[in-house]
């Protein structure tokens, strides 16, 4: 992971992007339908559910940190840091996916460039896999 702390370093000075309520998954049955339906992709500290969709522009992510991985300020905490990793690391406009990031107990404690590293990541797997999907259909 060369390079991480200056990585991150520079994608703070990016403090111009803005998480629009647009961009995000709210309701419980796009929740299900990525779970049920979509692809995952596997990393250290989280695995991300993503499928395709057919109305809509770009991105939209959602977050799902069950009570097993603490207690609410823990939670809290992991969202918010999950929050600003997407804020910092997604692809504008991106392709027309939902996303589903499920974060494991070792998010707590990882260093921020690496959480940076693994989204990024994500979002590269994703952004290929749309490739695919447009390539065939």
Same mark, same amino acid.
């Given at each position: @992971? *060369?390079?991480?702390p200056?990585?991150?370093? !520079?994608?703070?000075?990016? *403090?111009?992007? /803005?998480?629009l309520?647009?961009?995000?998954l709210?309701?419980?049955?796009? $929740?299900?339908? %990525?779970y /049920?339906?979509?692809? +995952?992709? $596997?990393a #250290?500290?989280?695995?991300a559910?993503? @499928?395709?969709?057919?109305?809509?522009?770009?991105?939209? %992510?959602? $977050?799902?940190?069950? +009570?097993?991985?603490?207690? #609410? %300020?823990?939670?809290? +905490? @992991? /969202?918010?840091?999950? +929050?600003?990793?997407?804020?910092?690391?997604? =692809?504008?406009?991106? =392709?027309? @996916?939902?996303?589903v990031? !499920?974060p /494991?107990?070792?998010?707590?404690?990882?260093? $921020?460039?690496?959480?940076?590293?693994?989204?990024?990541?994500?979002?590269?797997?994703?952004?290929?896999? #749309?490739?695919?999907?447009? #390539?065939?259909?």
């Amino acid at each position: @992971m *060369s390079g991480s702390p200056q990585r991150a370093a !520079n994608l703070y000075a990016q *403090s111009g992007k /803005k998480n629009l309520r647009g961009g995000r998954l709210l309701r419980h049955a796009d $929740f299900e339908r %990525v779970y /049920k339906r979509g692809r +995952r992709h $596997f990393a #250290a500290h989280m695995t991300a559910f993503y @499928m395709p969709r057919t109305e809509g522009d770009g991105l939209r %992510v959602g $977050f799902t940190v069950g +009570r097993v991985l603490g207690g #609410a %300020v823990e939670r809290n +905490r @992991m /969202k918010r840091r999950l +929050r600003e990793c997407v804020r910092l690391c997604r =692809p504008v406009p991106g =392709p027309r @996916m939902d996303v589903v990031i !499920n974060p /494991k107990k070792t998010l707590r404690t990882v260093d $921020f460039s690496v959480l940076i590293e693994e989204v990024t990541r994500a979002f590269e797997v994703i952004g290929r896999s #749309a490739g695919e999907k447009a #390539a065939k259909g």
